[in-house]
């Protein structure tokens, strides 16, 4: 009859061999991000990227005007075919597969935010010729097309921001409503053809102090029309944090609660910062959380520092993996969270 510490020592190679079994589980899975923010992007950014075991990541360039995103868009399709040997510009869907296949990184260009798109509908088209396959339609702040989620009013979308909405479906650029405010996120599921994403944002049922995060009415309506959400890795936004309780487990009871609402297709990951982590990058108080803080309200109880320590690690989502499986997902399910889910969206919306 085993000891105690029998049972312990059991338990523990039992674990390991679990770990084990999702470890290959994810060489072979499909990883997208939905959102990645890549200033600064150097050496170590590429030696984060090896390390991650990524196939994709949106990500999320310069926004203040068009100029400024058109030099950015060039800027990185140059990057991107510098180091063909590393990156691959995603148009469609099957770049990620390709990126799987050749073992490379496929980079989903987008905004996150639309005032670039200023006062003319046809510069959508001008984005979308340069690159661009994702617009988020609001920052945290009110601009032409509609409410972002820190306004103290709730106005929705302008008919200025239906327009761009209708341009966008027709060129085949996802609509993404993270940081809109209510009526605008309610407005653009609702005047959106194809399927919206939520590609970095967090459940409100679990964690009501920031805006950013979606309801359950909004995430079930996202699904329904096909759409998708990535859960943010941000620890502030998804949970309290007296005695470091907002831990990777937090982070998974948010992928949970998605999954219960909107179903297991539609739910994915999503960094919100740089592939190598934010303390990584340097990230401080006054260059990264600061700037942030705009429009902020002391009621979201942002605090500094703002990371949950696995999920720093480039390797973020195959811890994420592991507690999805200890938690008794099937490995089909944890390869949509990780990638396929992303993928099956990405052919339902962008048009090569």
Sequence with gaps: MPTGNGESLLETSLSKLQDSTIDELYKKAVVIDGLIIPRGWNKESFEALAQSGYTGFSASLPSSNLKVAMEALADWRN???????KLIYANEAEDFVQAKKENKTAVLLGFQNATMVEKSVENVDTLYNAG???IQLSYNQRNLLGDGCTERTNAGLSDFGVEVVERMNELGIIVDLSHCGRQTTNDGIKFSKAGVSF???MCEALYKNHPRSKTDEQIRAMADKGG????????????????????????????DHAVKIAGIDHVGVAADFAIQGLE?????????????????????????KPWIPELESPKRYLH?????????????????????????????????
């Design 280 to 304: 990584a990058t340097g990230a401080t108080r006054e260059n990264w959380y600061v700037p942030r803080l705009t429009r902020f309200k002391p009621s979201y109880q942002v605090r500094w």
């Design 228 to 255: 998708m959400m990535g859960i943010i890795c941000l620890g502030y936004m998804i949970g309290p944090d007296p005695g470091g309780k907002t831990t990777l487990e937090t982070y998974v009871d948010h992928i």
């Design 132 to 134: 661009t396959r994702w």
């Design 320 to 352: 994420v993996a592991r507690v999805l499986d200890k938690r008794g997902y099937s490995t089909g399910d944890i390869e949509k969270i990780l990638g396929q889910n992303w993928l099956r969206y990405y052919r339902e919306t962008l048009k090569s």
């Design 199 to 201: 590609n970095h944002t």
């Design 79 to 85: 990057r991107i075919e510098e180091h063909g040997d």
